[in-house]
């Protein structure tokens, strides 16, 4: 008996990934800071940028 594939398709995997963030948000956010330091994907220009004195003073890090 031959295995069938199941074709994936963006609506599928949106509607998946919407229900798994309503049920486990907590869960999900708390992986995602665990495995993925936001800080890599910021480029350091980006930070100087944020950060330089002729700014105004940031209530909240670049980070969060």
Known sequence: ??????????SNISSDFEKFFNQNQYNLLSMLNHFFDISDFIPLSFYQKYYSNFGRKRNFSLES
């Open 1 to 10: 008996m031959p295995v069938q594939a199941k074709q994936l398709n963006f």
